[in-house]
């Protein structure tokens, strides 16, 4: 916890209970505004998404000051605000028609789409 309970910092990666622990610090931390999030392992879809829709429904807002990848894209995407501090890195898998040439060589049917400037800085 940072600043007298007001900022909590969420690292790692977003496993089972995931969206179980976000709700107890948002129940337990009445004066919380801003979660950050560095979860550079990504996770589970499904855990993401019920951590969004539980932060989104507090009015939080969430920032990376680091690394947010995958699913971890989600869990940012429910902050009433959403901030990434310069230099922050991430980005998730997309679903892609057809491979580019250099994904051929590895067989991929996804490619990465890095974070853009659509969050404030």
């Known amino acids: 916890m940072l600043r007298g309970g007001r900022e909590v ?46 932060i989104k429904s507090k009015g939080i807002r969430t920032y990376v000051s680091e690394t947010c990848v995958s699913a971890c894209t989600i869990v940012l995407a429910g902050g009433k605000e959403r901030y990434a501090a310069s230099g922050a890195k991430g980005g998730r898998w997309a679903r892609t028609s057809r491979p580019r040439a250099e994904e051929k060589n590895i067989g991929a049917k996804r490619r990465w789409i890095a974070m853009d400037a659509t969050l404030a800085t």
């Open 9 to 54: 910092v969420l690292s790692g990666g977003i496993g089972p209970g995931f969206a179980k622990a976000v709700d107890t610090i948002l129940e337990s931390q009445p004066r919380l505004e801003t979660l950050h999030l560095n979860l550079q392992n990504g996770g589970l879809v499904g855990e993401a998404d019920k951590a969004r829709r539980a």
